[in-house]
């Protein structure tokens, strides 16, 4: 080891969870670090998420990052269901007594975030390889990392593993201490993103004999738009074409014929799957975010469930450096848990009610029509949908 930085906490991940905590510490007085293996170009390139909830919106403001997001955000009202042809339109103002969630890129959200660490003096270690957290069961945790020959190290009280599903902080904790639940789902999302008008101003999501497909945005030039595939489908044997006729053929015909395509500036694959690890805390290592649980996109609840564990852990440590108190602490991971579930849940049902699954009988399918027909001649259900859909309080 030949240089050493201390810190308050090492955040492993310069994703949304590992840059937001970073910035809202600070804003406390707290120091954190922020340990990322790729270049900043790289982590703005990825298209993720794109639907923030009311309360991470309003974190957002609280980590003084809010102000793009205002000006270029939009806020939607509704969205749609479309079913045997028809959209139905899901009233989210109306069934949640005025709440609605903004539609703001995960990109953009991410490139503030960073402008803002940089303008704070934030430190930001990108390119770091071989990231490892150590001794996180005493109170002298560190991390390692590299950069070129050199290897570096991190010393904190805590260790914060903001670093996705595939990173390391989850893996470095005992197989025996932790407890892993997940379903696979036997198809991705293939998607497409277009710098053309989008289709409809408000999300559409359409579920049909062919599959599920779903018309997204990003904002009014930047369309974002999926369509079900089976897991052994490369975005290869989809040429925009191809892709855009599947998508048409999935909508109600009034939409398929308004859309205006153009050609992909992106097209990836995403397998659907759910995933949470109990409990998130292993010693003085707490996970945050993807690195603790994932969800399919459907009901877009990633990114908001990621905000809400970091708004926890915020405030726990806000809490421990000053006042002292450390039952934020000791609370955090089944806090936490009781929202990632609900989040679960309803990201689990979501995809059930809207997908085409190879291996569902007719007895099955025949229960999803039954289902939706349910869901849109009833209020109540409609009022369900609507409050998991702007978020479940923090
Ligand atoms: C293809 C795709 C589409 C998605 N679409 C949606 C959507 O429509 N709606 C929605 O709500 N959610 C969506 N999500 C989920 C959403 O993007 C995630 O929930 C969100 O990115 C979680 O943020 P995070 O910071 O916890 O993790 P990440 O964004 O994964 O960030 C983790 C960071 O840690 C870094 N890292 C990994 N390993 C290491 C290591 N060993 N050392 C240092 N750094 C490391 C990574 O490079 C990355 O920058 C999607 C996810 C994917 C993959």
Redesign the pocket.
């Known amino acids: 080891m030949t240089e050493s930085i201390r810190t308050q906490v090492g955040i492993?991940?310069?994703?949304?969870?590992?840059?937001l905590l970073s910035q809202l510490l600070h804003l406390w007085g707290i120091d954190s670090v922020v340990?990322?293996?790729?270049s900043r170009d790289?982590?703005l390139g990825?298209?993720?998420?794109?639907?923030l909830e009311h309360s991470f919106a309003e974190l957002m403001r609280e980590a003084q990052v809010g102000a793009r997001m205002d000006r270029e955000g939009q806020i939607h009202e509704g969205f749609f269901i479309a079913h045997g042809g028809v959209r139905h339109r899901i009233d989210l103002e109306k069934l949640t007594g005025g709440k609605t969630v903004m539609v703001y890129g995960?990109t953009e959200l991410t490139r503030d975030l960073y402008e803002a660490r940089d303008r704070l003096g934030g430190l930001v270690i990108e390119n770091?390889a071989d990231?490892r957290p150590h001794d996180v069961e005493t109170a002298h945790p560190y991390i390692s990392?590299r950069q070129g020959d050199e290897t570096l190290r991190v010393d904190c009280d805590f260790v914060v593993g903001?670093?996705?599903?595939?990173?390391?902080?989850r893996q470095s904790i005992p197989k025996d201490r932790i407890q892993t639940f997940e379903k696979i789902y036997p198809f991705g999302?293939l998607?497409v993103l277009s710098r053309t008008p989008p289709v409809s101003a408000e999300l559409i999501y359409a579920t049909h004999e062919r599959g599920f497909a779903l018309c997204?945005l990003r904002s009014a030039t930047l369309s974002r738009y999926y369509v079900q595939v089976p897991l052994t489908d490369s975005t290869d044997a989809w040429s925009d074409e191809r892709f855009f006729d599947e998508l048409r053929c999935r909508l109600p015909p009034e939409v398929a014929t308004a859309m205006i395509t153009g050609p992909s500036i992106e097209k990836?694959i995403?397998p659907l799957r759910s995933f949470v690890v109990e409990p998130m805390r292993y010693g003085n290592l707490f996970l945050?975010?993807?690195?603790a649980h994932?969800?399919p996109?459907t009901g877009?609840?990633?990114?908001?469930?990621?905000a809400s564990d970091i708004y926890y852990l915020y405030h726990a440590l806000v809490d421990h450096y000053t006042g002292g108190d450390d039952s934020g602490l000791e609370s955090y991971s089944s806090r936490a848990l009781a929202r990632v579930w609900k989040g679960q849940r309803f990201s689990w049902w979501m995809t059930k009610l809207l997908h085409r699954f190879p291996d569902d009988s007719a007895y099955d399918q025949s229960l999803q029509h039954t289902e939706l027909d349910y869901l849109f001649s009833s209020e109540r259900a409609l009022a369900s949908l609507a409050e998991n859909y702007v978020g479940l309080p923090f």
């Open positions: 492993i991940g310069g994703g949304p969870s590992g840059l340990l990322e293996k790729h790289y982590v990825r298209i993720r998420a794109g639907v995960q770091a990231v990392y903001c670093d996705g599903y595939h990173g390391v902080s999302w998607g997204s990836s995403a945050a975010g993807d690195a994932i969800v996109p877009a609840r990633g990114l908001n469930t990621a």
